[in-house]
């Protein structure tokens, strides 16, 4: 009955979220890179995403309204960053 793989969502010249119909688990390719989830690691996987470009969107938020900012006002651990931003 599911002999067909079905295309969750692509991205063209990036990548793609499928199902290929035979062996039950979900892959994601990006460009050369492949990997194959259990479904319920798949949904792990979007959720650690999601958190993460909430996180990444809040720290640019950060980056760009306060950029002298002392070291220690926030919980974000800065001892790695250069100063020079990515914008
Ligand atoms: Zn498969």
């Known amino acids: 009955m599911s002999n067909h793989?079905?295309?969750l969502a692509a991205m063209e010249g990036f990548g793609q979220v499928?199902?290929?119909?035979?062996?039950?688990?979900?892959?994601?390719?990006v460009g050369p890179v492949s990997?194959?989830?259990?479904?319920?690691?798949?949904m792990q996987l979007v959720a650690m995403i999601s958190t993460s470009a909430a996180n990444f969107?809040?720290?640019?938020?950060r980056k760009a309204g306060a950029p002298d900012r002392a070291p220690g006002e926030s919980n974000y651990d800065e001892s790695n960053y250069n100063g020079k931003g990515i914008l």
């Open 5 to 7: 793989g079905v295309c």
């Open 18 to 29: 499928y199902d290929c119909g035979s062996c039950g688990n979900i892959h994601v390719r």
């Open 35 to 42: 990997i194959t989830l259990e479904p319920t690691a798949y």
């Open 57 to 61: 969107e809040l720290w640019l938020q």
